[in-house]
């Protein structure tokens, strides 16, 4: 089946977008991440970067208006027409009903989420271990996927950064919004029968696989 949009749910570090790559390039439809999005605002110093830079320093969520904003912008472009992922997005139930209602409007049926579930105890050491490409925003792991090269891109020699909020103490936050603000997302979506758990402790490779398979079935 080609689904029209997909939601991937889970904490920070549970590899939504290592999987939404992967699943992107399967079904040859973009992923769009608000956190993608929202750094290049404030790398570029645009007024939306200006305006989210202070609450992603400290680990809290933009407000729902901006990234619902930000969404509805980008979802309008026509490379979406076909469906789009939607990696970390929504994360409060504002976020959510915002989706159903944008869905809607737009003639795509009901959206897909895949939670993607990891135990607590990796999520710190996936994070603190995270480096991207700043080139292609490939994503790699001083721990569990480490590049051939030390602070290399494997696929176009880009220079490789660590996030400014993958520390630990901005981690500790980050986790707590989930918890606070995104869990409830997994209740709300279970309500509306749309809700795929996939087991995201495995290699990501298998989990992958895991995620295929649920949407081939789904
Ligand atoms: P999220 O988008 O959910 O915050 P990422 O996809 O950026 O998560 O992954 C967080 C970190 O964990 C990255 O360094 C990534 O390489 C690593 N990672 C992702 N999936 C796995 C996995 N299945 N096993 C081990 N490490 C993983
Ligand atoms: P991420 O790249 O998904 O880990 O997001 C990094 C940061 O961007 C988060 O800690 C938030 O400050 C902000 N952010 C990303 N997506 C959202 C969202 N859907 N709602 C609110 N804030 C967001």
Do not use: W
Not at 91 to 104: C, G, N, P, S, Y
Not at 119 to 132: N, P, S
Request: aromatic letters at 6%; glycine letters at 10%.
């Amino acid at each position: 089946m080609r689904p029209h949009a997909l939601i991937f749910l889970g904490a920070p570090g549970a590899g939504k977008g290592t999987q939404a790559r992967e699943v992107a390039t399967h079904f040859r439809i973009p992923q769009i991440s608000t956190g993608d999005i929202l750094r290049d605002a404030v790398k570029k110093e645009t007024r939306l970067g200006l305006a989210a830079k202070a609450k992603m320093e400290a680990g809290e969520l933009v407000p729902d208006e901006v990234v619902c904003g930000i969404v509805e912008e980008r979802v309008s472009e026509p490379d979406c027409k076909n469906g789009f992922i939607l990696d970390g997005f929504p994360r409060t139930i504002a976020q959510a009903k915002f989706v159903d209602k944008m869905l809607e409007a737009k003639g795509h049926g009901k959206p897909l989420v895949l939670d993607i579930e990891v135990g607590e105890d990796l999520l710190l050491k996936r994070l603190t271990g995270r480096l991207t490409c700043s080139v292609c925003g490939e994503i790699y792991n001083i721990y569990f996927n480490p590049p051939k090269v030390e602070g290399i891109c494997d696929k176009d020699g880009g220079k490789l950064v660590h996030r400014a909020d993958d520390n630990e103490a901005t981690i500790r936050q980050r986790l707590e919004a989930y918890h606070k603000q995104t869990e409830p997302l997994i209740q709300y979506y279970r309500g509306q029968g749309t809700l795929v758990s996939v087991d995201g402790n495995k290699d990501p490779h298998e989990v992958a696989r895991g995620l295929l398979d649920s949407l081939s079935k789904a």
